[in-house]
């Protein structure tokens, strides 16, 4: 049975994964979650499988090498999957050494100790062993043509210091697996979206501004692109390149979904106005004018568009979500647990909102 060290197990993809990966592998595998519960950490994401006996959640920072040899030596780890990151480009814009901290040292400590395990001796780790970098496309800069992708050998060429942690991060295991033939797979994913979402990002932010009638901030003109993945298709993929991938490879994973935000926030609001029961108070204000342009991101990366071939060639991997499925699946989400959105936009919240939007 194997076991896999999941950080930031309590955040957006990492509760998708788990919670994936269960309902999967059932009482086959074994799972500890690793997470140090920030602002972005959320227990009530795990509920549904807090009690079972092949999981376990430790709180604990990834920066802390005592403590996570102490997991290693009374755990079997096979498998490290590292989610565990500061995770929020505006936020690195305003404070970044968080984001070194966590995102570059926090994954050194994870690669040190997990070669310490596993080393057999030089050149040889022990079978069946892998650490899944969870990377992003950030890394790769902004495409201007419009025919342009990112490939796995696009140059590295981060523009935020949240993507140039996650690039330096990537550099990191590189060099570990060229350097000491370490087991590893760096996935490389577009934006994602969907159930479980802290609502910094945009299309959270944009659910629950438009359901309580507060504007939807829209920075610089609207027309920056991004490439949405639904998370489950994410998740998925991060699974097969566990099973599958090539030891040592980098994988994008993306599904050729580009918008340009403005679309989105449109997208958004009719979808709200579909799904919305005509008695419902929060219908009344759902206008178009709740769109509001407001000052660029500094150094606002223009567009991101992932080529998905090698991941759909080597491992069969394609999404099986649209956007316009995902989408409603998502709202969907967020009318049904209106309490989750309230317990995390209280408090810390309210402050961070104030000091970004007004
Ligand atoms: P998130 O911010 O929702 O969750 C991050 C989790 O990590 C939280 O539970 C937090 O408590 C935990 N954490 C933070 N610092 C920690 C530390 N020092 N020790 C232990 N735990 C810590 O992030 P997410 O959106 O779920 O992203 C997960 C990973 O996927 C990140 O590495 C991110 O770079 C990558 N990624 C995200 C996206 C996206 O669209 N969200 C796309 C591609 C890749
Ligand atoms: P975000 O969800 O923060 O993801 P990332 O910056 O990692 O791609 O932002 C997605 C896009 O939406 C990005 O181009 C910035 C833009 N955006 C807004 O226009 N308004 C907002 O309030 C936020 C949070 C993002």
Request: glycine share 6%; with cysteine; aromatic share 12%.
């Amino acid at each position: 049975m194997k076991t896999y060290l999941v950080t930031g197990g309590a955040g957006f993809i990492g509760s998708n994964f788990i919670q994936y990966m269960f309902e999967k592998y059932d009482n086959d595998i074994n799972i500890i979650n690793v997470d140090d519960l920030t602002y972005a950490g959320n227990l009530d994401n795990l509920n549904s499988i807090n009690d079972r006996e092949n999981y376990k959640f430790i709180k604990k920072n990834i920066c802390n090498a005592n403590k996570i040899r102490k997991i290693f030596l009374s755990n079997n780890v096979d498998y490290i999957v590292n989610f565990a990151a500061e995770s929020h480009v505006d936020r690195s814009i305003r404070n970044p050494e968080v984001f070194i901290r966590t995102n570059v040292m926090g994954t050194l400590v994870l690669l040190n100790i997990a070669k310490e395990f596993w080393q057999q001796d030089d050149d040889n780790f022990k079978k069946g062993k892998k650490f899944i970098q969870v990377s992003t496309d950030e890394v790769y800069g902004s495409l201007e043509d419009k025919h342009d992708y990112f490939y796995e050998n696009t140059p590295l060429d981060p523009h935020s210091p949240y993507s140039a942690s996650k690039a330096s991060a990537d550099l990191l295991v590189k060099s570990y697996i060229n350097t000491y033939k370490f087991p590893a797979n760096i996935t490389r994913c577009s934006n994602n979206y969907g159930p479980y979402q802290f609502p910094e990002k945009l299309i959270p932010l944009m659910i629950n501004n438009a359901l309580e009638g507060k504007k939807l901030p829209i920075y610089g003109d609207g027309k920056n692109i991004r490439d949405w993945l639904y998370v489950k298709d994410h998740v998925k993929a991060i699974d097969m390149i566990i099973n599958n991938g090539r030891l040592g490879e980098v994988y994008n994973i993306g599904g050729h979904n580009e918008k340009e935000n403005i679309e989105v926030a449109h997208i958004i609001l009719d979808t709200l106005l579909e799904l919305l029961d005509k008695e419902d108070n929060r219908k009344k204000h759902i206008k178009k004018n709740l769109i509001a342009y407001i000052k660029d991101r500094k150094g606002h990366d223009r567009r991101y568009a992932i080529c998905p071939n090698k991941i759909k060639k080597e491992l069969n991997w394609y999404p099986e979500t649209s956007f316009e499925e995902g989408i409603k699946l998502t709202i969907k989400w967020y009318l049904k647990n209106n309490q989750w959105m309230k317990k995390i936009t209280s408090g810390d919240y309210l402050n961070y909102y104030e000091e970004m939007y007004h």
